[in-house]
T-cell receptor, first 112, second 115 residues
Framework: AQKITQTQPGMFVQEKEAVTLDCTYD???????LFWYKQPSSGEMIFLIY??????QNATEGRYSLNFQKARKSANLVISASQLGDSAMYFC?????????FGTGTRLKVLA | GAGVSQSPSNKVTEKGKDVELRCDPI?????LYWYRQSLGQGLEFLIYFQGNSAPDKSGLPSDRFSAERTGGSVSTLTIQRTQQEDSAVYLC?????????????FGDGTRLSIL
């Protein structure tokens, strides 16, 4: 069985600062994918970034990067130069084959 | 269409009525998922379709919930004899294929309120 743990229910960050959102996972699959999604208050789920279990490089997408530490089973999301529009819920997810398992989310508030 | 489309965006109905929620996935996406999200909570998996088949219905909360998919495209989630605890946002997502490197793409959801 797969499991995702997000231990930070809420986080604050000052505008223009960097912030790290934690995600740890558990899986018995050798091949799996890790994803981060953003959910603003408007409710839509926006795909941010993907990391494959065999990828040796950490994934980056613009201001988003994924700090992947396979031995520690962690896949933390780093947002650089935070903007007010980054205020949202952030969900980490894992998938082996067809099923996605989502974490409980971290609510990020960016302060002006 | 360009993205996953869900309708209606909002639905208010009386307890005991039946409701149908519709999902139109991204063209060519073979995998389709339904989730439920209660206020301030995470995503609760309901059902997964591969083509028109539903190999995993394990998340459906009761026999009042059913879903179908036709033509490998549009899916309908039906809730019979609605209860107040069914109030939530119902999200649909699709993927090109159910492999580990494919992200899910979500619709905007249907906000269901049971009076």
């Amino acid at each position: 069985a797969q499991k995702i743990t997000q231990t930070q229910p809420g986080m604050f960050v000052q505008e223009k600062e960097a912030v790290t959102l934690d995600c740890t996972y558990d899986t018995s699959d050798q091949s799996y994918g890790l994803f981060w999604y953003k959910q603003p208050s408007s409710g839509e789920m926006i795909f941010l970034i993907y990391q494959g279990s065999y990828d040796e490089q950490n994934a980056t997408e613009g201001r988003y990067s994924l700090n992947f530490q396979k031995a520690r089973k962690s896949a933390n999301l780093v947002i650089s130069a935070s903007q007010l529009g980054d205020s949202a819920m952030y969900f980490c997810a894992i998938t082996g084959t067809y099923k996605y398992i989502f974490g409980t989310g971290t609510r990020l508030k960016v302060l002006a | 269409g360009a993205g996953v489309s869900q309708s209606p965006s909002n639905k208010v109905t009386e307890k005991g009525k039946d409701v149908e929620l519709r999902c139109d996935p991204i063209s060519g996406h073979t995998a389709l998922y339904w989730y439920r999200q209660s206020l301030g909570q995470g995503l609760e998996f309901l059902i997964y379709f591969q083509g028109n088949s539903a190999p995993d219905k394990s998340g459906l909360p009761s026999d009042r919930f059913s879903a179908e998919r036709t033509g490998g495209s549009v899916s309908t989630l039906t809730i019979q004899r609605t209860q107040q605890e069914d109030s939530a946002v119902y999200l649909c997502a699709s993927r090109f294929t159910p492999t580990s490197n494919q992200p899910q793409h979500f619709g905007d959801g249907t906000r269901l309120s049971i009076l």
